[in-house]
């Protein structure tokens, strides 16, 4: 059934209870419940990330994070800026990987509460016949927290530039609604609103500039036409606000985290080698056509007939009609929901990102079709439906809803909906809007509106939920990972699975010689910085050793090498790797001043323990 705590009731003069005292405690109560049962779903993903924190390691992503977030201060070689956001605070926790998951968790939620508060505070004056409590906003407020688990659905456990990319798009949407309610209510807007923009701009351009760039125009824009009632004069009030905040960020970066000077260099020769190999625009371009296009033919296969049944429910007008499509939507609720469960569409995790995708775009199509309809229709009733009653003002918010997660998922070699997922948070305050909107429409209408935001945040739950604690990226689940690598300081806050521990700790046993004291150079091929991470090591060049780019990895060595002599003095890198020495490697080890034939040695014992080739300075072998 549709969750009335959300939905206004149907503005008709035969509405039972319209004009009735008993309505309000009834809806009240349906509020109160709502907005337990939304709270509810939060808790069980947001528990069960925080029970997940000390277990599993991912060597490849989240050691890279890992490991620019450990010297984010002397190795400034790289694409992001994230390193500059979490680094000190990983400086400040002590280097424990699970208390950095947990304070990724609490920005998380914190960024989520506050988007989903401001969501509910600008859709109020709206939504007149909405159930006249807090209970209101709080429900709604739960339900964006809950589908913003998806943030959880397949990303590494350790924050990353995504992270920042999502929450910073997420906190600059929140300002900007408030701007708009303040607005809304014929007041000035309160000058703290648009200079929080500035830090949330520079973080964002600074760890992502790409998908940033756009999240930003878009943000302005939308800011732009939400402050035009009030002249132009404000609006540029605003915008000097927004510019002020972004200067005085911009200086606190420069003095007290890295200069620019440093920064800015590394940042832009890196990214220029992989706009033109690994992710020219272009080539991303045409892969978001294609995928996009996959997964709409996909999404519309699987839940056709419940499709259908949203159409006809939005049309029907007559007794029979309505009896019809409440018919049709259930079979098709039942359709979908099989198809859901056979397909893999509770899973979460990477290896699940071609199957429950669809599925919860679904909840979103379901609804907004069914919008749509009703919109197109409001001619032909006698009542409209307060969607229609938008302004332009709103429907630029509600464009930007849509238009977010797409923006912010931009600049990556990920198909586009694969990282617009992790913003779904966006999207569930989207069909919060159509179901409070749609309040004119036939009952079953209304009710299957209501089933596809409940069923959003019961699926971004349950998905969110399974990807963080039995297929978490790249790693083992939690049941799996009982084990601490002994004798490996880095990871002494995680628990491991026995493998992948052994494996570590024999590394770091059999290196130990050649490890102390920490901070050697050390160079692991390809996509290995976690482990480079467990031996206390500082990569050379960038923290990412691409293995679908050896040469752009040889660059970032040879730019630390400067004069044919590296940082390391006479305690030449140790280099690990997983397939055979060629000849890039050699080459780039020769503009360091080193010759691999030569100047290494294989250490025998460390690859049969290990399965990794590990090359150690020959002066340094007996």
Known sequence: MEPPSLSAEPRRADAPGADGATAVPTRVLRTAVAAFAATAAAGVWIGAVALSAGHGFDVTDEGFYLLSYRWWDTDLRSFTGAQYLYGPVFDLLGHDIAALRLFRLCTVVGVHLVFGWSFMRWLRPRRPHAPGTRLWEAAGTAAVVACGGLVYSWLPLSPGYNDVSILGGLLAAALVLRIATAVDRGTAVPAWTPAALGPVAVATLLAKWTSSALVLALIATVAGVALAPQGLRAVARCAAWALGGAAAAAVAVHLFVVPW??????????????????????????????????????????????????????????????????????????????????????????????????????????????????LFRRRADRHRPALADESRRGWACLAMLVLLPVFQAAGTGNPLHVMAINAFAAWGALGIAVLTG?????????????????????????????????????????????????????????????????????????????????????????????????????????????????????????????????????????????????????????SCGLDFATHYRQLATATTTTGIRVYVPAAETP
């Open 261 to 374: 000077t440093a920064a800015l260099p590394e940042m832009v020769a890196t990214n220029r080698l992989i706009a033109g190999k690994t992710n020219s625009p272009l080539a991303l371009l045409g892969m978001y056509t294609r995928t996009g296009l996959l997964l709409l033919a996909s999404t519309v296969v699987n839940h056709a007939l419940l499709l259908a049944a949203a159409v006809f429910a939005a049309v029907s007008r007559t007794p029979a009609g309505r009896r019809g499509a409440a018919v049709l939507a259930g079979v098709g609720l039942g359709v979908s929901g099989w198809r859901i469960v056979a397909g893999g569409g509770l899973s979460g995790g990477s290896a699940n990102l071609h199957r429950f995708p669809a599925h919860v775009l679904a909840t979103l199509l379901l609804a907004v079709l069914i919008g749509g309809v009703v």
């Open 438 to 590: 749609v309040d004119t429409a036939p009952w079953p209408a209304r009710r299957l509106t209501g089933t596809a935001v409940g069923g959003s945040v019961v699926l971004a739950t349950v998905v969110a939920t399974d990807g963080v604690r039995n297929h978490p990226y790249r790693t083992a689940g939690r049941d799996a990972s009982t084990v601490t690598a002994t004798g490996v300081p880095a990871l002494a806050s995680l628990s491991l699975d026995r493998r992948t521990a052994d494996e570590l700790s024999g590394l770091r046993r059999a290196l130990r010689p050649y490890l102390e004291p920490p901070g050697r150079a050390v160079m692991a091929f390809d996509e290995m910085a976690g482990v480079v991470l467990a031996l206390d090591g500082r990569s050379v060049g960038e923290a990412w050793y691409s293995a679908l780019d050896p040469a752009r990895t040889a660059a970032g060595i040879r730019a630390r090498c400067a004069g044919g002599q590296g940082w390391w003095r006479e305690r030449s890198p140790v280099l690990l790797f997983r397939r055979p020495v060629s000849p890039t490697e050699v080459d780039a080890l020769r």
